[in-house]
C-alpha cells in the first residue's frame, strides 16, 4: 500500500466517523439491553431489516427474557413469534441451541469470537457484531452492506467476506473496526444503495474509486 493509498483509507474513516459518529453501540440500529439480547436479535436479522426485528423482540424478550427461558421455549410458540423475520424454523431451532448452549456457560455469553461461533446459528458476522456492540471490543462484522461498499471504495479486491475481513484489519485501527463496520452498514443503506447509489449526496465521492461510475 502506497502512502498516498494510506492517507486515502484514513480520510475515508475520518469522513465517515464524522457523517456517524458515536460508538459502535451508538450506530448499532437493533434494540437490546444485554449481550444476550444482542445475540438473539442479530441471529434473528438474518436476511431481515432491523426494524422489523426489533418489532419482533420487543415482545420476544418479554416471553423469554433470558437464555434459561429460551433454552425450553416450545418451537411452536417460538416460532410464531419470530415467523416476521422468515426463516422461522431454521432461526428458532439456532435460538433454542444458543440458549441452551449458553445454559452449559452459566448463561453468559462468551467473548471470545473462537467461542461465539461455536454456538448454533451462530457465524463469524454474528459473533463479530456481539464483541465490537455488546463488548466494545476489537470486531468487524462484514454483511452485504461492507462488501458492497468496500469493493465500491476498493478497500478490497476480494468478495469474500472472510478474505474482506481480514483487508480491512490489515490497516484499520483495532478500535475502529467495529465502528467502521456499522458506519459502511449505515452509509449502504442510506447513500450508496445496491441499484441506485446517490453519488451526488456522497461524503466520499471524491475519494471513490466508483463514484459516477455505477
Request: charge should be positive; proline fraction near 7%.
Amino acid at each position: 500500500m502506497t502512502s498516498e493509498e494510506k492517507l486515502r483509507r484514513l480520510e475515508v474513516l475520518r469522513r465517515l466517523a464524522k457523517e456517524y459518529p458515536g460508538s459502535p453501540k451508538d450506530l448499532c440500529e437493533l434494540e437490546f439491553s444485554s449481550p444476550f439480547q444482542l445475540l438473539v436479535a442479530t441471529i434473528l436479522s438474518a436476511q431481515c431489516t432491523d426494524e422489523r426485528v426489533n418489532m419482533v423482540t420487543r415482545n420476544l424478550f418479554v416471553k423469554y427474557p433470558s437464555p434459561d427461558a429460551l433454552a425450553t421455549a416450545e418451537i411452536s410458540e417460538l416460532e410464531a413469534i419470530i415467523y416476521p423475520t422468515g426463516f422461522f424454523h431454521n432461526k428458532a431451532k439456532s435460538l433454542i441451541g444458543m440458549a441452551q448452549a449458553l445454559q452449559a456457560r452459566d448463561g453468559v455469553v462468551p467473548k471470545e469470537i473462537s467461542d461465539l461461533t461455536k454456538l448454533p446459528g451462530v457465524g463469524r458476522k454474528t459473533a463479530n457484531v456481539v464483541l465490537s456492540v455488546a463488548f466494545g471490543l476489537p470486531g468487524l462484522p462484514v454483511d452485504t452492506h461492507v462488501v458492497r461498499l468496500s469493493g465500491r471504495l476498493g478497500l478490497t479486491s476480494s468478495s469474500d467476506p472472510v478474505q474482506i475481513e481480514k483487508d480491512l484489519l490489515s490497516w484499520v485501527p483495532p478500535q475502529e473496526t467495529g465502528a467502521l463496520s456499522l458506519r459502511l452498514i449505515l452509509h449502504g443503506r442510506r447513500v450508496c444503495k445496491a441499484r441506485r447509489p446517490d453519488c451526488a449526496h456522497c461524503v466520499l465521492f471524491d475519494l471513490c474509486p466508483s463514484a459516477g461510475a455505477l
